[in-house]
């Protein structure tokens, strides 16, 4: 089976972000750009299953800028067979990514559609869900470990308290949390090979959809501060200042 | 404006995330609740007794049993026929059933809000909590997940909601659920607790981690966290991690032990009343929250402190 990996280009979760002076949003002139951690796993876990035998080709796909082409390239270097970017300069909500993805979907019919959890910049934890939704498949969110078992797939889920295990019939869309893998390096061989693979460049008219923002956002602003705490010198000033907090 | 709150429970009783949810709905209008589980009706009469609940929804089926967003979010939305927004806690059954209600109602969800501005404006944090976003919703129908620790909590006692029984779509038969390995703990629930002490990787290992950490909270009456590092070196279950991937918690005392700081953890408990800090390097980013900081050696301060109180 075919497997479909979404994979979005973010600020670099090591870079501090900032907020723009006029409130209108993140400022991300001149700031390094990664694939989002979450969607290394994804690809890392579609390669595994095509390295088992399970998988017979893994398709990237993003949706995003022209600079997105890195993000897919990084994900040809890991292992996918091709690419395909659906160019578009306008901030895409979760809700229109997820009917770009139907419609990828429904031309490619891949088995399994492997998404991150969450994309570190707007933080929604939406795409996946509701691509399972339009397209009326199975989701198994949050996986920390994902087995392919003939007609169905078996996921192990991180959720509050532990862990759960859920079988979905495929076709199923999973979306990855930290646990599931540890995403490979690409190597430069595979960097050098990866720039030869196919990369096809589409829009989101091309697959008839709107992607006009229904959330409108108001202002961003920079979280509440902090007042600055002090340092107490030794273990027997934190008990006293313990002690004055009233909680032992 | 009538809205529609999923109550998070186990089958037996209403799990405090719901709670916060009510006193967000309540700010938009007149607040519905769904129990939909197996065997649940005790939890149907807890949530007839919540304050400000006018009316308790009970699905009660075997379809519904384990929450399957496949089996759920249908009748969800069939309920949506006569509500005007969906609540849900940002709990991983929030996160898991939420969305899908939104796309099969072919609306945008409000992830994880903070504060409710006016009937369509909400606030939510975005890149790890390290901005805050006010955002107006355009869409007829609201879909939105509640970060519990931003509301505070309805009272449990006190309403008389009448509870009225529905019978929803049957199982989609696209899912099953195989089983789950809950961690036990006796400790008080990470996400409610009112102090949390939380261990890093300078905890070493597992063994180290409960012999520093454990005391700690036992004398404390606290909940035992962790960072995303102690839990990938498998000090302790993940469900324990807090930040951004983990837990959001907002207790009245976070003690950080052997924590450095990073902004994925920060985005977890930066909300907390105070912050407490144990460190041996001066220069870690935690001390730059923290209300109040002790730069020592953990192996020796932790034992001295637990000791001492």
Known sequence: MKILVPVKRVIDYNVKPRVKADGTGVDLANVKMSMNPFDEIAVEEAIRLKEKGVATEVIAVSVGPAKAQETLRTALAMGADRAILVQTDDEVEPLAVAKILKAIADEEQPGLVILGKQAIDDDSNQTGQMLAALLGRPQGTFASEVTVEGDSVIVKREVDGGLETVKLALPAIVTTDLRLNEPRYASLPNIMKAKSKPLATKAPADYGVDTAPRVKTLKVSEPPVRVAGVKVADVDALVAKIKELGIS | MKTLVWVEHDNASV???????????????????????????????????????????????????????????????????????????????????????????????????????????????????????????????????????????????????????????ADAGLSSYVGSEIAKSERPELTSAKIIVSGGRALKDADTFQQVIFPLADKLGAAVGASRAAVDAGYVPNDYQVGQTGKIVAPEVYIAVGISGAIQHLAGMKDSKTIIAINKDEDAPIFQVADLGLVADLFNAVPELTSKL
């Open chain 2, 15 to 169: 799990k405090d995330a719901t709670l916060a949810v009510v006193t967000a709905a309540s700010q938009l209008g007149e607040v519905h609740l769904l129990v939909a589980g197996e065997g649940c009706a005790a939890v149907a009469d807890q949530a007839a007794k919540i304050a400000g609940v006018a009316k308790v929804h009970l699905a009660d089926n075997a379809a519904y049993g384990h929450a399957l967003a496949e089996n759920v979010a249908p009748l969800i939305v069939d309920l949506m026929g006569s509500h005007d927004a969906f609540l849900a806690p940002a709990t991983s059954n929030g996160k898991n059933i939420a969305p899908r209600v939104a796309a099969l109602l072919d609306v945008m969800q409000i992830s994880d809000i903070l504060s409710v501005e006016g009937e369509k404006t909400f606030t939510r944090p975005i890149y790890a909590g390290n901005a805050i976003a006010t955002v107006e919703a355009s869409d007829a129908k609201l879909v939105i997940t509640v970060r519990g620790t931003a509301f505070a909590k309805a009272a449990a006692e006190g309403g008389s909601a009448a509870v009225e029984a529905v019978a929803g779509p």
